[in-house]
């Protein structure tokens, strides 16, 4: 990909499992920000409501999930939006991109562990 990250940054990260959300269905996004929060809590990651609607507002802006706009009755009218997924090439592209990302960061991770974690012998 050419980037000089050291590993993924968090924006991909997130940004990969709000795609994947969207694959499943649409979602809003607290719905996306609990469930995020949920899966990854047994690794110590929460991410912040502000990271998942700046990720949330680049997929849009940039095409991969679209928003739509539902009116909920009740004592109040309330509109929230509704993300689900936008040109579904560009979100194959995407993701592939990424995956890259994903082996490069385990690949230089990996190597940590190895040069510094590993039995010397001899």
Known sequence: M?????????????????????????????????????HFKDLGYKPTKSEIYKSLHELLKEGYVVREPITKEGTEMQTIYIYRLGDKEKVKAYKDTIKADIDRSIALLNRALKDNYSQKRG
């Open 2 to 38: 050419g980037k000089s990250t050291f590993v993924i940054k968090q924006r991909a990260y997130l940004k990969l499992y709000m795609l994947h959300a969207a694959e499943k269905g649409r979602l809003y996004g607290l719905q996306i920000l609990e469930e995020l929060q949920n």
